[in-house]
């Protein structure tokens, strides 16, 4: 009987241990559901797919409006994709994310849309390159005061398949501003040139001997846009500037952008020989741009009266709110000032705002700000507690600051003999990506930092 029971209860065991294992399979995930997009089109135009890296770029036909764009899109019969095909979406604030799930399984899609255009990509007068503003479609070309006559045969570079006119080589007087225009499928695209002659020179300063030696992504993308938009831009280092071997004088204005995640300023930023040549630099009419974590600079020079900025933070990795949210600075009161001029302004929150960052852009969030809310600026009165203090002038704060009455992310401080500095430190203001992540708003960083160049210069 013993022998019968062990018999019973061993396929007992075995019914429930085969029905735990059948009722396992139906709880199981399914991974080989289809989440794939098959086709994403908009207005008969075909978005190119990549399910290597998930991304779908489109390109739309000329002054397509960006923000009315309704792709109609092909996934998998039983799944269902976000935001659903035939659903109007705004593609101009950057890559959109397309979400497809199927069963237990889902995908992600990055999207992204542009429009047809044409464009002239180098500009260059006796091995002189020119800049070239994309945004406005504006060309500056900058020949020394020595340089005879105002008749010159450009050569250029431009969208392959466009035709131009004048033709690159063409002989022309720019004694006024030159219209080109480019047509390309179906459209025309124009660009005034512009001639000036002048001898100013710019200076982007550094701790490293060269500019190779850069080692900041943020700092490197300063830098070589520098170089490639400002005419005339040379590196200086800190270096030069103690051994004597740069002499300040000759250039109408400096630019030193420093995002080193110490958060700190460099022990050559405190060198004596050094402050004193930049005392004597400022003092004497010299025009300074500090951004980031160089605003502390104002402390060692003694630009600020009462010392450095004290509100200075960064994070040791990307910022992940930077994926959602744009990022800019607070103009409110301050929208007419010179160096805001021509940039894209928000005025969607009621007031205006310069962003600087957009959704989907990954960056640090590397700031160096006065705080207003804290001592010995929370007064009754906090900005005209920090004017007083010191010295300066507010033009901006960061974009949840609408009154521009908490913060102080960007700042004008001026001297009796002339010299001028301009300080930034919001966190938006970031050359780099990280994870080559897009910004599309690096128009209006370049745009501000130009006009911040141009304006000290003045």
């Not at 960006?66 to 039983?78: D, M, N, V």
């Not at 002189?128 to 020595?146: E, G």
């Not at 080589?169 to 002659?197: H, I, R």
């Not at 001297?415 to 203001?429: E, F, L, P, V």
Request: aromatic fraction near 10%; hydrophobic fraction near 35%; charge should be negative.
């Amino acid at each position: 009987m013993k022998t019968i029971y062990h018999i019973t209860t061993a396929i007992l065991c075995l019914a429930v241990f085969f029905t735990s294992c059948k009722n396992d399979e139906r709880a199981s995930v399914n991974l080989s559901e289809d989440t794939l997009i098959h086709s994403f089109e908009i207005d008969g135009t075909q978005g190119t797919i990549n399910n290597k890296d998930m991304t779908i770029s489109i390109l739309m036909p000329p002054k397509t409006d960006l923000t009315q764009l309704t792709p109609t899109i092909q996934i998998a019969e039983g799944a269902t994709i976000t935001p659903a095909s035939g659903e109007t979406t705004d593609f101009s604030q950057g890559p959109v994310t397309y979400t497809v799930i199927n069963g237990n399984v889902y995908n992600t899609y990055t999207v992204t849309a542009d429009v047809v255009k044409a464009q002239i990509t180098k500009f260059t007068i006796d091995n002189v390159d020119a800049v070239i503003n994309q945004y406005d479609n504006k060309i500056l070309i900058v020949l020394p005061t020595s340089t005879p006559g105002t008749q010159f045969a450009p050569i250029i570079e431009y969208t392959e398949g466009a035709t131009m006119t004048p033709a690159s080589g063409d002989m022309v007087d720019f004694a006024s501003p030159v219209t080109y225009t480019l047509t390309y499928a179906g459209a025309t695209f124009t660009y005034e040139a512009t001639l000036e002659k002048s001898d100013r020179a710019y200076a982007f300063l550094g701790v490293p001997a060269a500019m190779s030696g850069l080692t900041d992504p943020d700092e490197i993308a300063a830098a070589e846009w520098m170089m490639n938009s400002i005419p005339n831009s040379s590196y200086i280092s800190f270096d030069q500037v103690k051994n004597g071997s740069v002499d300040l004088t000759l250039y109408d204005v400096i630019w030193w952008h420093y995002d080193d995640v110490s958060q700190k300023l460099p022990a050559i930023a405190g060198d004596i020989t050094v402050v004193n040549a930049f005392k004597a630099y400022y003092q004497n009419g010299g025009r300074l741009f500090l951004s980031t974590f160089a605003c502390l600079f104002v402390a060692n020079v003694g630009i600020a009266a009462n010392g450095a900025p004290n509100n200075t933070f960064g994070d040791a990795t990307p910022f992940p709110a930077a994926t959602t949210e744009r990022w800019g600075i607070s103009i409110t009161g301050h929208d007419t000032h010179p160096i805001y001029q021509g940039l894209r302004i928000d005025n969607s929150k009621g007031y205006p705002i310069v962003y600087l960052s957009g959704i989907g852009a990954i960056k640090y969030n590397n700031s160096c700000l006065w705080n207003l809310e804290a001592s010995p600026y929370n007064t009754a009165t906090p900005v005209a507690t920090w004017v007083q203090l010191t010295g300066g002038t507010t033009l901006g704060s960061l974009d949840w600051d609408s009154d521009c009455s908490r913060r102080v992310a960007v700042s004008e401080f001026t001297d009796a003999g002339g010299g001028i500095t301009i300080c930034i430190g919001g966190g938006s203001y970031d050359w780099y990506s990280e994870e080559e992540t897009i910004n599309n708003y690096k128009d209006n960083i370049e745009k501000l930092s130009k006009n911040i160049i141009e304006y000290l210069a003045e």
